[in-house]
T-cell receptor, first 110, second 116 residues
Framework: QKEVEQDPGPLSVPEGAIVSLNCTYS??????FMWYRQYSRKGPELLMY????GNKEDGRFTAQVDKSSKYISLFIRDSQPSDSATYLC??????????FGTGTRLKVLA | DTGVSQNPRHKITKRGQNVTFRCDPI?????LYWYRQTLGQGPEFLTY????????KSRLLSDRFSAERPKGSFSTLEIQRTEQGDSAMYLC??????????????FGEGSRLTVL
């Protein structure tokens, strides 16, 4: 079983739609849960992070963590064409080793 | 621009040649990481430095790969006798202790290697 599972997509949605991106993980030692956004031919940039179960909101973005199910989600409200990118979930147990998902490619159509 | 800087951005080489990539981290960051990313995959951990000390090397790094961070500033990643399977994006990141583990990772734009 892979340590992190993420649907690679691609996911195409119309502008204004609500987008749901998900990852599952198997390592109970993970303590920090992150979402990175990566535009084409660029390095990833941190979007959101959390270390507890529940929801965390930042503007149009909501990160959700369910530790009991080992499942994390990222919701994007009122999606924009500028949100078109690859979204990577990432995890760490608190050490220097960060484990990334394969990324989900998102395309928001104008 | 005070972000993470990587050079060269793209390197095309023939199989068997040696290549070296350089990473200049954000100046106050004492932690530096190298990751490798292939098409359709997420970044995979290669190695980690805290100041000048290399604390871990992934088993993905064969003995053809070597990384250094002299004086705890910039870092170099050298690949000797390149193989076609080495073709990938090599990402450097740096961090400073913060609310996430050993710190939020700030990535450079990557160095893309193409081995012909």
């Amino acid at each position: 079983q892979k340590e992190v599972e993420q649907d690679p997509g691609p996911l195409s949605v119309p502008e204004g739609a609500i987008v749901s991106l998900n990852c599952t993980y198997s390592n109970s030692a993970f303590q920090y849960f992150m979402w990175y956004r990566q535009y084409s031919r660029k390095g990833p940039e941190l979007l959101m992070y959390t270390y507890s179960s529940g929801n965390k909101e930042d503007g149009r973005f909501t990160a959700q963590v369910d530790k009991s199910s080992k499942y994390i989600s990222l919701f994007i409200r009122d999606s924009q064409p500028s949100d078109s990118a690859t979204y990577l979930c990432a995890f760490t147990s608190g050490t220097y080793k960060y484990i990334f998902g394969t990324g989900t490619r998102l395309k928001v159509l104008a | 621009d005070t972000g993470v800087s990587q050079n060269p951005r793209h390197k095309i080489t023939k199989r068997g040649q040696n290549v070296t990539f350089r990473c200049d981290p954000i100046s106050e960051h004492n932690r530096l990481y190298w990751y490798r990313q292939t098409l359709g995959q997420g970044p995979e951990f290669l190695t980690y430095f805290q100041n000048e000390a290399q604390l871990e090397k992934s088993r993905l790094l064969s003995d053809r790969f070597s990384a250094e961070r002299p004086k705890g500033s910039f870092s170099t990643l050298e690949i000797q006798r390149t193989e076609q399977g080495d073709s990938a994006m090599y990402l450097c990141a740096s961090s400073f202790p913060s609310g996430i583990g050993t710190g939020e990772l700030f990535f450079g734009e990557g160095s893309r290697l193409t081995v012909l």
